[in-house]
């Protein structure tokens, strides 16, 4: 018979120490934030307080405006404000109208005309103090450049009327999406009350939001309008297998937070773990754009 090892198992004790400070291994430290967004200083944005806003939502395509009108109108009716005129200006496809009723568009898809649309809808959202969210869609922004050949100083003469312009600019990591901010700029259209939204829901979800948005915060086109005063608010991602359930079955955000559909529908409700993720977004939503609450 083999004559077993004196020593199967080596004992713990021949590798202890006695008398020995060890130092404490501590937390890795976060990431830091890319360089650009460490080095934006944004000026104090205005008060809007008590005042109608209209909001215009200006971006290429998918940048999130209709996802944005959408919480705002949820945003109104959560906290008991008044309804907003809905209008969708898009030459293209006019997604906010098959999400509400009601929503105001344009009679064709023609630029001038629209431009002369836009200019009677502001006249009278500014004569009875209505507040307002147009959605321009990709490419319909060409219908505001259309009026601000007439009216450069477009939002300075409502805002002397006491309603607020607000410019929002969602944006998506394609560094071209800054262009139409910075086109409209150009073209005179500079409301007090500017928004850079950056939509994370657009982003790769493996990589840290700033610094996917590096090359857009660097841009010298969005540093002009930060400098100038616009704010800079990063929208949330909402889990897109969460938000692709609550687009096919058409739920406003509330429902689909509380588990309920319209009366008749066919389908369930969004699941309890999938509701949590849709609270735990619009709760996120409200904590990004505490900075911009007034305009709200």
């Keep these: 018979m083999a004559k077993k090892p004196d020593e199967t198992v080596i004992p713990m004790s021949r590798f202890?120490?006695?008398?020995?400070?060890?130092?404490?291994?501590?937390?890795?430290?976060?990431?830091?934030?890319?360089?650009?967004?460490?080095?934006?200083?944004?000026?104090?944005p205005p008060d809007l307080t008590g005042k109608p806003k209209i909001w215009c939502l200006l971006s290429s395509n998918s940048g999130?405006?209709?996802?944005?009108?959408?919480?705002?109108?949820?945003?109104?009716?959560e906290t008991g404000g008044d309804p907003l005129i809905l209008a969708a200006l898009d030459p293209g496809n006019r997604s906010l109208a098959t999400w509400f009723s009601g929503v105001e568009q344009p009679p064709n898809r023609d630029t001038r005309t629209t431009a002369r649309w836009l200019r009677d809808s502001l006249d009278y959202l500014v004569a009875d103090k209505l507040s307002a969210v147009l959605d321009f869609g990709g490419g319909?922004?060409?219908a505001l450049a259309e009026l601000l050949k007439d009216q450069p100083d477009l939002a300075d003469r409502i805002a002397d009327e006491g309603t607020a312009l607000v410019a929002c600019y969602p944006l998506t990591p394609r560094v071209d999406d800054i262009f139409v901010a910075a086109g409209l700029e150009a073209a005179g259209f500079r409301p007090s009350a500017t928004m850079l939204l950056l939509n994370e829901g657009k982003a790769d979800p493996a990589l840290p939001p700033a610094d996917v948005f590096?090359?857009?915060i660097r841009h010298s086109a969005f540093r002009a309008i930060v400098a100038r005063g616009a704010q800079v608010?990063?929208?949330?991602?909402?889990?897109?297998?969460?938000?692709?359930?609550?687009?096919?079955?058409?739920?406003?955000?509330?429902?689909?937070?509380?588990?309920r559909v319209p009366d008749g529908a066919a389908f369930s409700p969004i699941g309890?773990?999938?509701?949590?993720?849709?609270?735990?977004?619009?709760?996120?939503?409200?904590?990004?754009?505490?900075?911009v609450r007034t305009w709200l």
């Design 16 to 44: 202890r120490r006695g008398g020995e400070v060890v130092p404490e291994i501590g937390a890795a430290p976060p990431p830091p934030q890319a360089d650009a967004v460490r080095e934006l200083a944004m000026k104090p």
């Design 64 to 77: 999130g405006k209709t996802t944005l009108a959408r919480w705002l109108v949820h945003r109104r009716a």
């Design 140 to 142: 319909g922004e060409t």
């Design 214 to 216: 590096d090359p857009v």
């Design 233 to 259: 608010v990063w929208m949330p991602a909402l889990d897109s297998e969460v938000m692709d359930e609550i687009n096919l079955k058409g739920l406003p955000f509330a429902m689909a937070r509380d588990g």
């Design 272 to 291: 309890g773990l999938r509701r949590a993720a849709v609270g735990r977004w619009l709760a996120m939503m409200e904590l990004r754009h505490e900075r």
